[in-house]
């Protein structure tokens, strides 16, 4: 896999072949086979790679905040989170932009991890939001496409002063007051 991410990210996924993943990683081709159908299998597996990364780091930082200061915990979140597609923008844009990808219609881990944040959240009493997953989903297409915009080079903005517009926005989401 790193082989192929490695070739993805220098060439493309169209021009990559199978021969050139399997002699990266030195592996021979029905080895590749006996793991992947296709390079869109393997395509595939780096994105699930990099969400299962993504969503570990972003427990990490959430669990560095006090328990109880639900404003810090998701100022936390968002800065882990844009510091993360800030910082693997390449592989993002490889990974979800670069080569399309049919739609699985399975779970989004990350908008899932910023779910159970809200709804700790809510039954913590620190904020009050009627669906959770929708307030979850809404605001991750948010940082998302905020961030997209910033890696394509359509908005310039400092990695701070992005990070703080963005935990605002969230803040006022939940209705709390900014930090």
């Known amino acids: 896999m790193n082989a192929a991410e490695a070739l993805f990210l220098d060439k493309g996924i169209g021009p990559t072949t199978i021969e050139e993943i ?17 390079k869109e299998d393997i395509h595939a597996a780096l994105g ?10 972003l427990e990490i930082a959430v669990a560095k905040a006090p328990r109880t200061n639900w404003s810090a915990r998701l100022a936390v979140w968002v800065k882990a989170a844009t510091s993360g597609f800030l910082d693997n923008g390449p592989l993002v844009d ?16 990350i908008a899932d991890h910023l779910k159970a944040l ?33 890696l394509l080079g359509k908005k310039r903005i400092s990695r701070t002063r992005l990070t703080q517009r963005l935990q605002k926005h969230f803040l006022r989401s939940v209705g709390l007051p900014e930090t």
């Open 48 to 57: 699930e790679r990099f969400v299962r990364k993504f969503v570990a780091d």
């Open 118 to 150: 809200l709804e700790a959240g809510h039954d913590a009493g620190a904020w009050s939001i009627d669906d959770p997953e929708f307030t979850a989903v809404f605001l991750f297409g948010g940082i998302h496409g905020v961030v997209d915009d910033v």
């Open 22 to 38: 399997t002699g990266g990683a030195d592996v021979a081709k029905g080895t590749f086979y006996l793991h992947f159908s296709s």
């Open 94 to 109: 490889m990974l979800y932009h670069a080569h399309p990808r049919p739609p699985d219609g399975g779970p989004n881990p």
